[in-house]
């Protein structure tokens, strides 16, 4: 949407065309802090959530906003957040040794609604369009490796005027966007 702006300067007037981006947020997420009290000491295989579990607690976001809860056996279950999916990686075989998520394992929590669609390179198979396309059809957890590899955010919109700089929930800084360029692997899960 683009707004004109008229300003007065020296008796001229001057017409200036301003655009005006828009967030474009399909899906709410809930923000879940890696290092939050509740759940930021927890014992992933030798290291805490609050240092290494930023793909783990992206991934408890997208499970919340989709509805999902966590097997507690039996039949009971608990509201996704990093504490319960880590609790339930470490009961699963949810980790290697080296402390790295296996991303399937996560669809045996529900295998009927949680498809682990795949990792991907930016710039080769996954293209933002296909990106934005995903968000809109809003049953897809779209998940960011930023930071030259070394962090994990969930994406939770884009900006209309500009479909490469991606909004996310980032699970440790205070970052609310990532430009396309900056994000160096995808990793993908659909919700049925």
């Not at 030798?46 to 499970?63: D, F, N, R």
């Not at 369009?129 to 930023?146: C, E, H, P, T």
């Not at 590899?149 to 980032?170: A, C, I, M, P, R």
Request: negative net charge; charged residues 15%.
């Amino acid at each position: 949407m683009k707004a004109v702006q008229v300003l007065a300067l020296f008796g001229v007037l001057l017409f200036v065309v301003v655009a005006h981006s828009k967030n474009v947020i399909p899906k709410q997420y809930p923000l879940f802090l890696q290092c939050d009290p509740q759940w930021g000491a927890d014992v992933i295989v030798s290291e805490t959530v609050c240092q290494v579990g930023c793909l783990m607690s992206s991934i408890s976001m997208a499970l919340n906003g989709q509805g999902l809860t966590i097997p507690e056996g039996g039949q009971n279950n608990s509201t996704a957040n990093p504490g319960t999916l880590n609790s339930w990686l470490l009961q699963n075989h949810g980790y290697t040794q080296g402390n790295d998520l296996r991303e399937k394992v996560v669809q045996l929590i529900d295998p009927k609604r949680i498809h682990y669609v795949g990792a991907f390179i930016p710039q080769t198979a996954l293209v933002t369009k296909q990106i934005v396309s995903w968000l809109n059809d809003r049953s897809y957890g779209v998940i960011a490796n930023v930071l030259n590899g070394s962090h994990f955010v969930l994406v939770t919109g884009y900006e209309s005027e500009n479909e490469e700089k991606f909004l996310v929930n980032d699970p440790y800084f205070n970052t609310t966007s990532y430009m396309y360029h900056d994000i160096v692997g995808w990793r993908v899960y659909n919700f049925q």
